[in-house]
């Protein structure tokens, strides 16, 4: 299995960003997607999660209205669109899976799979 994400890197105050994480050797279609971030120095934060079809989504308190998680089933693909991005967003993401579910969680410990993480840095 391979989740590799893409699209990180070095933002203003205030700008947007959209990460993608594309899954394979893994049953996409029937996978909860998550993205956790980690700055230096601190634990591992949930982001966002996405179920299986789309159809439920869950989002940390601290980005909840900022951030949007989608999918893509026919790509392999789950975005995570990022707006009014604040210094303290910076931190290197990861998405993660948890394959064979009808259910979403923020717990990281339910996640089996999970990427090489991308950094994103935001300059206030």
């Known amino acids: 299995v391979q989740l590799q994400a893409s699209g990180g890197g070095l933002v203003q105050a205030g700008d947007s960003l959209r990460l993608s994480c594309t899954a394979s050797?893994?049953?996409?279609?029937?996978?909860?997607m998550g993205w956790f971030r980690q700055a230096p120095g601190t634990e591992r934060e949930f982001v966002a999660a996405?179920?299986?079809?789309?159809?439920?989504?869950l989002y940390g308190d601290s980005v909840r209205g900022r951030f949007t998680i989608s999918r893509d089933n026919a790509k392999n693909t789950v975005y995570l669109q990022m707006i009014s991005l604040k210094p303290e967003d910076t931190a290197v993401y990861y998405c993660?899976?948890?394959?064979?579910?009808?259910?979403?969680?923020?717990?990281?410990?339910?996640?089996?799979?999970w990427g090489q993480g991308t950094l994103v840095t935001v300059s206030s």
């Open positions: 993660a899976a948890d394959e064979g579910t009808l259910v979403v969680t923020p717990e990281a410990s339910e996640y089996r799979y």
């Open positions: 996405i179920s299986w079809n789309g159809g439920m989504t």
């Open positions: 050797g893994l049953t996409f279609s029937t996978s909860a």
